[in-house]
């Protein structure tokens, strides 16, 4: 049922644990539906230097969480905001329907530890106006579609 | 060789080389269908009547009780909609419990949707239903309690002569779908007061796509299945020769040493229990200590999810089942670890493991010794984990 590439990162998965003097974290997902996810980023001159997280969930959900701390690392705040749950999947080599939430929950980890980076900073980062960490319906509507 | 340990029997069993043997000539040379006249058509009758005369042995039966079907699941449908569709004039009540498989849920909802009424009722901590609610649940209108025998995911074993008792008393049709409890405990449907049961041969070293519905002589039971004079007219459909002879044998086989068999499985997940509690802590035991089918064990580890707790011991060639959302396709954990009223956050991290005569204590340990690696590894990547020992 899963990728190659799923189970890899599954198996191996990147940037595991926490940072102790992260200048922004972010936590989505609710332990009723079997995810949740707390990226870690450490921010230097608008660059992501590093980038840890922990995830309680299924194998796409541990795999989503690796891949996107991957793709962001080394990138600036700006390319972060750029990611997107799809790039997520496809990098993993594509998610079975029902375990697509896992690539948005992954998506808004990433952007939850950004806002509060701009918060915790007063910096503004174009796109997270409307972003709303505690809001899941958007995952609950990609399940509604299937 | 990569190692491979199977612990989810409750799944599904091996067929027992025995019972093969049994059923391969039923393929090639005694093919005839038990339907003709002449004596290769006979010699496949021959062979049903011996194997539902083995069934009804098993169960306490009359072989005329006996109706094989297409497995569990066509014997549950039968059971509910057969009743309530002939009784319907009778009333319109059915009373079963929250924790029933969904062979019998589903079809429950089927015939509410046809204008029956269904109470579905609670169970206790363990998974056990309450006599006392069932007892206040009974109706005039009631015309069939149904019951399951043991439960498939965390092993509790209903109190079936009790509520066997109340059934006859009150004058309802009791079905109780016995597909985890057959082949592994002792039955007799005249001792338990037993109308109706279901059977599944694959989860007692049988074929697959075979089963059975007992059906006591003078319950008023509708064909779910029409078209051909099978079965004396209640089940259409030319017959899965192999398939009964096949658990005609696996059956005869199952209570030939069931003692023997249920000491050894006992021991097994005893020992495996045992040990799980002994290097791994957050942990619990979903179903009743005791009172449950010898070879069921069900866990619950917090602060990891089920799905990813079974893909890693697959990694380690350990097959297992879990109740969590994430393996069943839908939003919910199992419905009956939430019965039992587990919060959605435990639930999900439920793992099933279920002993079999193919097992053994070296294989529990090795599974037990990849469990802590598996569970502490997926625990430091939790940060619930976290939250839990900063709480300490």
Not at chain 1, 45 to 50: C, F, M
Not at chain 1, 72 to 90: C, F, H, R, Y
Not at chain 1, 120 to 141: A, C
Not at chain 2, 207 to 234: S, T
Request: glycine share 8%; with cysteine; aromatic share 6%.
């Amino acid at each position: 049922m899963y990728s190659e590439k799923v189970l890899e990162h599954f198996r191996n998965p990147r940037n595991v644990g926490e940072i102790e003097d992260a200048d922004g974290i972010g936590e989505v997902g609710n332990p009723k539906c079997g995810d949740i996810m707390k990226m870690y980023l450490k921010i230097e001159d608008g660059i992501i230097v590093d980038v840890k997280f922990k995830t309680f969930g299924c194998g796409s959900a541990i795999a989503s969480s690796s891949m996107a701390t991957e793709m962001i690392k080394g990138k600036s705040i700006g390319e972060a905001m750029k990611l997107t749950n799809k790039a997520v999947a496809e990098a993993l080599d594509g998610l079975p329907p029902i375990k697509m939430h896992c690539s948005v929950l992954a998506e808004q980890a990433v952007k939850a530890a950004l806002l509060d980076y701009s918060k915790k900073n007063n910096v503004h980062i174009e796109g997270l106006e409307d972003f709303n960490p505690t809001d899941d319906s958007h995952e609950h509507h990609e399940l509604e579609e299937l | 060789m990569k190692k491979f340990v199977y612990m989810d029997n409750s799944a599904t069993t091996p067929v027992k080389r025995e019972v093969l043997n049994e059923m391969l000539p039923y393929f090639t040379e005694k093919y005839g269908n038990p339907s003709s006249i002449y004596s290769l058509g006979n010699q496949s009758k021959v062979a049903i009547e011996s194997s539902r005369e083995k069934i009804a042995k098993a169960i306490g039966a009359n072989s005329k009780e006996v109706f094989f079907t297409a497995g569990g699941s066509e014997a549950d449908n039968w059971a509910l909609k057969g009743v309530a569709f002939a009784n319907r004039k009778k009333g319109n009540h059915i009373i079963t419990s929250k924790i029933e498989h969904h062979g019998i849920l589903h079809t429950c909802q089927y015939l509410e949707k046809q204008g029956f009424k269904v109470t579905y009722l609670d169970v206790d901590e363990y998974g056990t239903v309450d006599l006392d609610e069932l007892k206040k649940s009974i109706t005039d209108e009631t015309i069939l309690i149904s019951i399951m025998f043991a439960n498939n995911e965390i092993g509790t074993i209903q109190p079936i002569k009790e509520i066997g008792n109340i059934a006859k008393e009150k004058g309802i049709y009791f079905h109780t779908d016995a597909v985890q409890a057959i082949g592994h405990i002792k039955i007799d449907v005249n001792e338990l007061n037993i109308d109706m049961l279901s059977m599944s041969a694959h989860k007692f070293y049988g074929p697959k796509g075979i089963g059975a519905l007992y059906i006591r002589q003078g319950v008023k039971i509708d064909p779910l299945i029409a078209g051909g004079g099978q079965e004396r007219n209640r089940r259409a459909g030319t017959e899965n020769v192999p398939g009964i002879v096949g658990m005609g044998k696996a059956i005869e086989l199952a209570y030939e040493n069931l003692d023997a068999h249920n000491s050894k499985l006992i021991s097994l997940r005893e020992r495996l229990i045992k040990k799980v509690f002994e290097n791994i802590d957050y942990v619990r035991l979903n179903g009743h200590p005791t009172n449950r089918l010898p070879g069921n064990v069900n866990f619950c580890f917090k602060f990891i999810e089920g799905e990813s707790l079974l893909l890693s011991l697959d990694m380690e060639g350990i097959a297992g089942s879990s109740g969590s959302a994430c393996t069943s396709g839908t939003l919910d954990p199992s419905h009956v670890l939430l019965a039992i009223g587990l919060p959605h956050e435990i639930a999900h991290g439920s793992l099933r493991l279920t002993l079999g005569d193919f097992n053994s204590e070296e294989e529990v340990d090795y599974v037990v010794e990849k469990l802590i690696e598996i569970v502490a590894r997926l625990r430091a990547m939790s940060p619930l984990y976290d939250k839990a020992k900063e709480d300490k």
